[in-house]
């Protein structure tokens, strides 16, 4: 098995839907963002994207990422690479 995974969008039978409540917000939130990075959508949207596009997206990602995560998170879960 690879060290990547997209289980709770496999799994999930939610409604799915924004101001519900926090707990429905955050499983809407992870099952986007899990069908969203499935790789038959990515290499259908991909190449559709503006580079404003791809900098956006890529620019929100990141400074979530650098706001609240310590390096060694950001090692550890996102990059997974070993070495903190």
Do not use: C
């Amino acid at each position: 098995m690879g060290k990547h995974s997209h289980l709770f969008v496999e799994n999930y039978s939610g409604i799915g839907a924004l101001g519900w409540d926090r707990k429905t917000d955050e499983e809407t939130l992870k099952f986007y963002l899990q069908k969203f990075s499935d790789d038959q959508l990515m290499e259908l949207l991909i190449p559709k994207l503006s580079d404003g596009d791809i900098e956006a997206i890529y620019g929100l990602i990141n400074s979530m990422l650098k706001k609240h995560l310590t390096e060694s998170d950001y090692h550890r879960h996102f990059l997974k690479d070993g070495t903190h």
